[in-house]
């Protein structure tokens, strides 16, 4: 038998749902439409840390993502070093995803440290791939040249000049990380925040964001969602991918929230229907 | 194989190690000065620097496992699935030749831009495709799932509804009050629940350590025979 029109709308194929999302996502990308940027007290907040770091102190950027997520995480990885490397601090960068060092490769020929005048092994390193998980954060907090004896390229932690005097955690003012991890997410917190009391800022998918609203203020100095990218990249004035996404994600939203409305329509109606028949 | 050798040494073991890493985490202060808390922190990067190790083994053995379950498809012809499994290895044995430069013998010559390429035109466009590809399965179960059928239902369309506004650019700059609102539900309502399932969760992860150390949980020991 035949569905009448409120049944094939009350279950749209699915072919169908996902043609609209197609054509949604991909004309503001295209074409974008302009919409205004408001940016969240998150961003804000992230980027008055960054700012409040003092001369010299020395940051932990953690690229805690493999490649599955870097087009979601690495927007707003990349405005994060553009705003460090605008500063007069030390950026010890490593990863504890496999394919983490693919990641580097791909943000730091997007932030190019060149152009801020930085230098490799005097104002920022690679320490690479550590394995381990919450293991690895633990080790590098405790000694960090036992940890990892090379930076990624291979050469002594001793023969790089920004590292000689480092020994752990205790040395770090502030630990950076962009992850889709919740595991990652939370084992900085028990490996360097309640330890070593670090100024920790995280930066995590929209979903996740339930799962760490509990430790913010008090453990994650600094919270947000990677979508948030594009009001980072307005904030500090270095556009990037991020702001391009957020026409697309206007429209991909807004066409979700109607047709949502659209499916409770038909279900009513559908019932009423089904009661005035019976 | 024994008793002792297949469950009490692996048990013994656990016991010792787990006991000595809750004590240098207690005990040993963040400048030691005593002998015993030198030696109980040397201890404890050892054996965190152990953990590492083994972290770093299991990658190794990851793809030797991936060899053998493909290889016996390969050659058992398992219906449906030999072939994807054929080409994984396929797939995976260049990647590896790639990765390490090449195989001079077989007068494979690779550059690190061959290396890129391959990682950024084959591996991260897949992965990323793969990752995106959530966002149409969550739409369409959204359209299905987001049906004001009971109160509760309903109460979940509302929120759903609300964060949604508040993630959504347009909506932060023309209803900026939605913003508030859901401030305000993250703020009491979220936060308030998780901490309760953290703390809840928190609880249950302390019980289990205690019973592994206490070799009542063996289920780390793996099956059986």
Redesign the interface.
């Given at each position: 038998m035949a569905k009448s029109p409120l049944e094939y709308i009350e279950?749209?194929p699915?072919e169908i749902?996902?043609t609209i999302?197609i054509i949604c996502?991909a004309v503001p990308l295209v074409k974008p439409l302009g919409?205004?940027?408001?940016i969240?007290s998150r961003v804000k907040e992230w980027h008055q840390y960054v700012e409040g770091l003092p001369d010299g102190a020395y940051v932990l950027v953690s690229v805690d993502y493999?490649?599955?997520?870097?087009?979601?995480l690495e927007p707003f990885m990349v405005a994060t070093l553009h705003d460090l490397f605008e500063r007069n601090v030390k950026v010890v960068i490593m990863t504890l995803y496999?394919?983490g060092p693919?990641c580097y490769?791909?943000l730091i020929t997007k932030v190019n440290p060149d152009a801020y005048g930085k230098q490799y092994g005097v104002d920022y390193v690679f320490l690479g791939y550590?394995?381990?998980?919450e293991?690895?954060m633990?080790?590098v907090a405790?000694?960090l040249h036992?940890?990892v004896p090379t930076d990624y390229y291979g050469t002594p932690l001793n023969q790089i000049p920004m590292l000689k005097d480092i020994s752990g955690a205790?040395d770090f003012a502030m630990i950076i990380s962009v992850t889709p991890s919740g595991d990652v997410a939370q084992g900085w917190i028990r490996q360097w925040v309640t330890?070593?009391g670090i100024t920790y800022m995280s930066c995590v998918l929209?979903m996740m964001?339930?799962?760490m609203?509990?430790y913010y203020p008090a453990q994650v100095k600094a919270l947000t969602d990677a979508?948030r990218a594009?009001e980072y990249e307005y904030l500090i004035g270095k556009p990037g991918s991020g702001i391009r996404k957020?026409?697309a994600?206007?429209v991909?939203?807004?066409m979700?929230?109607i047709?949502?409305i659209i499916?409770?329509i038909a279900?009513?109606a559908l019932k009423a229907q089904k009661k005035g028949g019976a | 194989m024994s008793l002792a050798y297949r469950r009490h040494l692996p048990i013994i073991i656990t016991f010792i190690m787990g006991i000595i890493m809750i004590l240098q985490y207690f005990i040993v202060p963040k400048q030691p000065v005593e002998p015993y808390q030198i030696t109980m922190q040397k201890v404890g990067e050892t054996l965190t620097n152990w953990a590492n190790l083994l972290a770093a083994f299991t990658i190794g053995f990851g793809m030797v496992n991936i060899a053998l379950i493909h290889s016996r498809h390969v050659s058992r012809k398992t219906p449906g699935q030999w072939y994807y499994s054929a080409w994984l290895l396929f797939v995976a044995v260049i990647m590896v030749i790639v990765g390490i430069g090449g195989e001079p013998a077989l007068g494979i010559n690779v550059s690190k831009y061959q290396y890129d390429w391959m990682t950024t035109y084959v591996f991260a466009a897949l992965s990323g495709t793969m990752y995106s590809s959530l966002a149409f399965y969550i739409t369409s179960a959204c359209y299905r799932a987001f049906r004001a059928r009971t109160i509760e239902a309903t109460a979940l369309l509302i929120v759903g509804f609300i964060t949604l506004m508040s993630r959504t650019p347009a909506f932060q700059a023309y209803l900026p009050q939605v913003i508030e609102v859901a401030d305000w539900i993250n703020k009491y309502i979220v936060k308030s629940s998780f901490r309760g399932i953290l703390i809840g969760g928190a609880l249950g992860a302390i019980l289990l350590g205690i019973r592994t150390l206490m070799g009542m949980e063996t289920g780390y020991l793996g099956r059986r025979d």
């Amino acid at each position: 038998m035949a569905k009448s029109p409120l049944e094939y709308i009350e279950s749209l194929p699915r072919e169908i749902i996902y043609t609209i999302l197609i054509i949604c996502l991909a004309v503001p990308l295209v074409k974008p439409l302009g919409l205004p940027v408001p940016i969240s007290s998150r961003v804000k907040e992230w980027h008055q840390y960054v700012e409040g770091l003092p001369d010299g102190a020395y940051v932990l950027v953690s690229v805690d993502y493999g490649v599955g997520s870097l087009p979601a995480l690495e927007p707003f990885m990349v405005a994060t070093l553009h705003d460090l490397f605008e500063r007069n601090v030390k950026v010890v960068i490593m990863t504890l995803y496999s394919d983490g060092p693919i990641c580097y490769e791909s943000l730091i020929t997007k932030v190019n440290p060149d152009a801020y005048g930085k230098q490799y092994g005097v104002d920022y390193v690679f320490l690479g791939y550590i394995p381990g998980g919450e293991t690895a954060m633990k080790a590098v907090a405790e000694n960090l040249h036992a940890a990892v004896p090379t930076d990624y390229y291979g050469t002594p932690l001793n023969q790089i000049p920004m590292l000689k005097d480092i020994s752990g955690a205790s040395d770090f003012a502030m630990i950076i990380s962009v992850t889709p991890s919740g595991d990652v997410a939370q084992g900085w917190i028990r490996q360097w925040v309640t330890p070593y009391g670090i100024t920790y800022m995280s930066c995590v998918l929209a979903m996740m964001m339930p799962t760490m609203e509990p430790y913010y203020p008090a453990q994650v100095k600094a919270l947000t969602d990677a979508g948030r990218a594009g009001e980072y990249e307005y904030l500090i004035g270095k556009p990037g991918s991020g702001i391009r996404k957020l026409d697309a994600f206007s429209v991909a939203h807004i066409m979700l929230i109607i047709a949502i409305i659209i499916a409770n329509i038909a279900y009513f109606a559908l019932k009423a229907q089904k009661k005035g028949g019976a | 194989m024994s008793l002792a050798y297949r469950r009490h040494l692996p048990i013994i073991i656990t016991f010792i190690m787990g006991i000595i890493m809750i004590l240098q985490y207690f005990i040993v202060p963040k400048q030691p000065v005593e002998p015993y808390q030198i030696t109980m922190q040397k201890v404890g990067e050892t054996l965190t620097n152990w953990a590492n190790l083994l972290a770093a083994f299991t990658i190794g053995f990851g793809m030797v496992n991936i060899a053998l379950i493909h290889s016996r498809h390969v050659s058992r012809k398992t219906p449906g699935q030999w072939y994807y499994s054929a080409w994984l290895l396929f797939v995976a044995v260049i990647m590896v030749i790639v990765g390490i430069g090449g195989e001079p013998a077989l007068g494979i010559n690779v550059s690190k831009y061959q290396y890129d390429w391959m990682t950024t035109y084959v591996f991260a466009a897949l992965s990323g495709t793969m990752y995106s590809s959530l966002a149409f399965y969550i739409t369409s179960a959204c359209y299905r799932a987001f049906r004001a059928r009971t109160i509760e239902a309903t109460a979940l369309l509302i929120v759903g509804f609300i964060t949604l506004m508040s993630r959504t650019p347009a909506f932060q700059a023309y209803l900026p009050q939605v913003i508030e609102v859901a401030d305000w539900i993250n703020k009491y309502i979220v936060k308030s629940s998780f901490r309760g399932i953290l703390i809840g969760g928190a609880l249950g992860a302390i019980l289990l350590g205690i019973r592994t150390l206490m070799g009542m949980e063996t289920g780390y020991l793996g099956r059986r025979d």
